[in-house]
C-alpha cells in the first residue's frame, strides 16, 4: 500500500496561518494528482484542494483565497499554505493521490493518516 505522511498542524487562534506538508513516494502508479482533503467533527471528508503535473489548482469555495497548494516534484511534497485561519477550518487534515483533477473522494485511492489543524477563537 503506497503510504503518504502529511505533517506540519496544530493549534492557532483565528486569523493565524499555517503550512501543511505531504511527503509521498516518486512514483504512484496512475496517479498524478496530489489532493488535500478535512474531516470535521461530525461532518463528512471534504476535498480542500487538488494540483496536478499539468492541472489545476482547484479549490473548495470556502478555502478559495485563503489556502495555496503547491507541489514540489524534486521532494515529492505538497503542500497547503492555510492563511487567516476561521474556527471552521479546524478538522483532521488528511492528503491523497488521485486519478483527476477532482474534489470527490472517489478518484482518490491513496491516503495519509492525518495532521490535525485546530483553530480557536
Known amino acids: 500500500q503506497v503510504q503518504l505522511m502529511e505533517s506540519g498542524g496544530g493549534s492557532v487562534q483565528a486569523g493565524g496561518s499555517l503550512n501543511l506538508s505531504c511527503v509521498y513516494p516518486?512514483?504512484?502508479?496512475?496517479?498524478?494528482?496530489r489532493g488535500w482533503f478535512r474531516r470535521s467533527v461530525g461532518k463528512a471528508r471534504e476535498g480542500v484542494a487538488v494540483?496536478?503535473?499539468?492541472?489545476?489548482?482547484l479549490y473548495a469555495d470556502s478555502v478559495k483565497g485563503r489556502f495555496t497548494i503547491s507541489r514540489d516534484n524534486s521532494r515529492n511534497t505538497v503542500y497547503l499554505l492555510m492563511k487567516s485561519l476561521k474556527p471552521e477550518d479546524t478538522a483532521m487534515y488528511y492528503c491523497?493521490?488521485?486519478?483527476?483533477?477532482?474534489?470527490?473522494?472517489?478518484?482518490?485511492?491513496?491516503w495519509g493518516q492525518g495532521t490535525q489543524v485546530t483553530v480557536s477563537s
Open positions: 516518486a512514483y504512484i502508479h496512475g496517479s498524478t494528482y
Open positions: 491523497a493521490a488521485g486519478r483527476a483533477l477532482s474534489l470527490a473522494e472517489q478518484w482518490y485511492q491513496d
Open positions: 494540483i496536478g503535473f499539468g492541472g489545476g489548482p
